[in-house]
């Protein structure tokens, strides 16, 4: 991509990213699942702050994918959802290493999530 002219040639423009790299790891970029399924725009911002908030923003990214799925949740069904950030501010004042590590998932019982 020329710098001056903002112009990429033959490359696609998924194959560039302005202001990082935290997307282009991914075999689906989040615009890219966002456009195939029809997200809207709220939608969208969830799925792109959750993707990248290891590789860019950690706790902030998931603060403001929360504050998404508040807006969808009042805009969508009129419903206000309370959150008490106490806990993330901690996290977020934490070094990157000394927060606790992410659950895969993986082989989990998942009867604690309802």
Avoid: C, W
Wanted: without cysteine.
């Amino acid at each position: 991509m020329s710098e001056e002219t903002g112009t990429t040639g033959d490359q696609s423009a998924f194959a560039i990213q302005v202001g990082g790299d935290h997307y282009k790891q991914y075999p689906i970029q989040p615009i890219q699942y966002a456009r195939k399924n029809n997200l809207d725009a709220m939608q969208f911002s969830v799925v792109k702050y959750v993707t990248r908030h290891k590789q860019k923003n950690g706790v902030q990214d998931i603060r403001k994918a929360i504050h998404f799925l508040q807006m969808i949740a009042e805009y969508d069904y009129g419903v206000k959802v309370p959150i008490d950030y106490a806990e993330l501010d901690q996290a977020e004042k934490l070094p990157k290493a000394s927060q606790p590590e992410t659950d895969t998932g993986a082989g989990d019982d998942d009867s604690r999530l309802n």
